[in-house]
Structure formats: structure tokens, C-alpha cells
């Protein structure tokens, strides 16, 4: 990557996010990651894919600017970072909800720490809380909700804030298979429909084929970049059962499973 993507500036079309030979080597000396160099375009759904234990949240806290480099740069839209830049949703596979808190209240958490009025609060998260099929549990405890509506909850606390990109963390893995692929679908939906970038941690091959526009798949630690895969599927990306059902499917799926295993 050549230095004048690490000189550029937030208006001149660089990527949301780039990552410019990236390393990480703790301080007790276990190297847990070697070399990684990859992008997020603006609209784009990326997916990071590895071996249990290879580094991946450690790579997601890096790109974030929450755990320091060891070497190499990362810049969000061509400024090199050392610190949370403004603009990113972080989501965790964990929900994180307050339990003293409504279903409204923590969604609304960060516009209320940002000073916005309640009015225009109440606006934005009913507006989302709806939109995530959660218009009638506004006034819930996170007690009386079910996994899947308390990450839907999580989920719009998340969008609420506006982050221009995304970076979520295994935040499905928990759900059962139906929950799962209806939080998956209204998350896609958000994303593409609001030209928003996302990188997605997770596990789940399949999860990883049927949501995203790219899959990068790491090697075991400590890890690098083995192989990339661009994803094409005809219709609405969206609709991630429709591209479950697709014949180039699980070719995808079958490709890098076999690159897993190997590395």
C-alpha cells in the first residue's frame, strides 16, 4: 500500500477503513498477529473469517483504535488513527443492556450522553425501535425480552448514534438459527440501505457468505491474510436466505472452510 492512501483525507475518497501492514505482539512476547493489510469500502459489507483463537477481536480492537499496533498503520478514511475515531458502532456478541434500563432507554443511551434533546431522542429511537419489529416493547426491561429482541435492542442503540461504520463482533453467534437470520436481514437492510460500511467478526462461514460483499480469511496465529473472497449474487443482498438458496452458495462456503482447515 503506497503512502499516499496514509496521506489522504477524509474527503478524497479513501476507504472508511484501512489497514496498512498491521501487527500485534503483547508485551510478554506471544505474537498474535504477524502482518494484515486490507480495506472497507464505503457501502461495503466485509466479513473477517479464522481459526478459534487466531486474533480476530484483537484485530477488530486494533482497527478501532481501542488496543495500540505494534506495527503498521490504520486510517479511516485516509487518517492515520490512535484513538476511537468519531463515526464507528461498535456491537458486541454480548447485548450490554442496563437491566434498570427500558428497551427505549438503552437504545437511546448514547443520544442521551451526547446531549441530544429528548425530543428529537424519542424521534430517532422510536423510529428504529419500530423498524426492528420492537414498536410495542419500548417500555420493556431487558427481563422480559428474549435474546433475539434484546440484540435487536442492542442494534439500534448501535444505529442510533449514526456511525458511518460498523464494526460488529460475533453479535449473532448466541441466537438461535430463525433469530439469527431475521437480525441478520434487518441489519443487512440498515446497512445497504443507508450506504453505512460494516466489518463483521464472526465465526459462521455461512453467515460470513450470506450477509457480505467480501470474506477474509486469516490463518491460525499468529495470523495473516491466506485468502480473499469476492462475493457476487444476483438480487436483493439483503434477502440472506435468498443467497443461502443460490447455487454459488455454498461453492463459497465449501472454498474457504477447506482454506480454514489447511491453515
Same mark, same amino acid.
Given at each position: 500500500m503506497t503512502s499516499d492512501v496514509r496521506s489522504g483525507s477524509a474527503d478524497?475518497?479513501?476507504?472508511?477503513?484501512?489497514?496498512?501492514?498491521?501487527?500485534?505482539?503483547?508485551?510478554?512476547?506471544?505474537?498474535?498477529?504477524?502482518?494484515?493489510?486490507?480495506?472497507?469500502?464505503?457501502?461495503?459489507?466485509?466479513?473477517?473469517? #479464522?481459526?478459534?483463537?487466531?486474533?480476530?477481536?484483537? !484485530?477488530?480492537?486494533? +482497527?478501532?483504535?481501542? =488496543?495500540? /499496533?505494534?506495527?503498521?498503520?490504520?486510517?479511516?478514511?485516509?487518517?492515520?488513527?490512535?484513538?476511537?475515531?468519531?463515526?464507528?458502532?461498535?456491537?458486541?456478541?454480548?447485548d450490554l443492556l442496563f437491566p434498570?434500563?427500558?428497551?427505549?432507554?438503552?437504545?437511546?443511551?448514547?443520544?442521551?450522553?451526547? #446531549?441530544?434533546?429528548?425530543?428529537?431522542?424519542?424521534? !430517532?429511537?422510536?423510529? +428504529?425501535?419500530?423498524? =426492528?419489529? /420492537?414498536g410495542g416493547f419500548a417500555d420493556y426491561y431487558p427481563s422480559a425480552l428474549s435474546g433475539g429482541m434484546r440484540q435487536r435492542v442492542a442494534l439500534a442503540r448501535t444505529f442510533a448514534g449514526d456511525p458511518q461504520v460498523l464494526l460488529l463482533d460475533e453479535p449473532f453467534s448466541a441466537l438461535d438459527f430463525q433469530t439469527k437470520i431475521l437480525i441478520e436481514r434487518d441489519t443487512a437492510k440498515l446497512v445497504r440501505e443507508q450506504g453505512r460500511s460494516l466489518l463483521l467478526i464472526t465465526h459462521d462461514v455461512e453467515e460470513a457468505v450470506s450477509l457480505s460483499d467480501r470474506v477474509i480469511?486469516?490463518?491460525?496465529?499468529?495470523?495473516?491474510?491466506?485468502?480473499?473472497?469476492?462475493?457476487?449474487?444476483?438480487?436483493?443482498?439483503?434477502?440472506?436466505?435468498?443467497?443461502?438458496?443460490?447455487?454459488?452458495f455454498y461453492h463459497h462456503v465449501r472454498g474457504i472452510w477447506n482454506e480454514l482447515d489447511i491453515h
Open positions: 478524497n475518497g479513501s476507504p472508511p477503513i484501512t489497514a496498512w501492514q498491521i501487527a500485534k505482539t503483547y508485551d510478554t512476547g506471544a505474537e498474535v498477529i504477524r502482518s494484515i493489510s486490507f480495506s472497507v469500502g464505503r457501502g461495503e459489507i466485509v466479513s473477517v473469517v #479464522g481459526p478459534s483463537g487466531c486474533g480476530k477481536t484483537t !484485530l477488530l480492537n486494533m +482497527l478501532c483504535g481501542l =488496543l495500540p /499496533l505494534s506495527k503498521g498503520a490504520v486510517m479511516w478514511y485516509g487518517r492515520e488513527i490512535d484513538r476511537v475515531p468519531p463515526g464507528a458502532g461498535y456491537m458486541l456478541q454480548k434498570w434500563r427500558t428497551a427505549y432507554e438503552n437504545a437511546a443511551l448514547g443520544l442521551q450522553l451526547k #446531549g441530544i434533546g429528548r425530543k428529537q431522542r424519542r424521534e !430517532l429511537v422510536m423510529a +428504529l425501535l419500530e423498524r =426492528l419489529g /420492537l480469511v486469516l490463518s491460525h496465529r499468529p495470523c495473516t491474510v491466506v485468502a480473499e473472497h469476492v462475493l457476487e449474487f444476483d438480487g436483493d443482498r439483503s434477502d440472506v436466505m435468498a443467497v443461502r438458496e443460490h447455487p454459488e
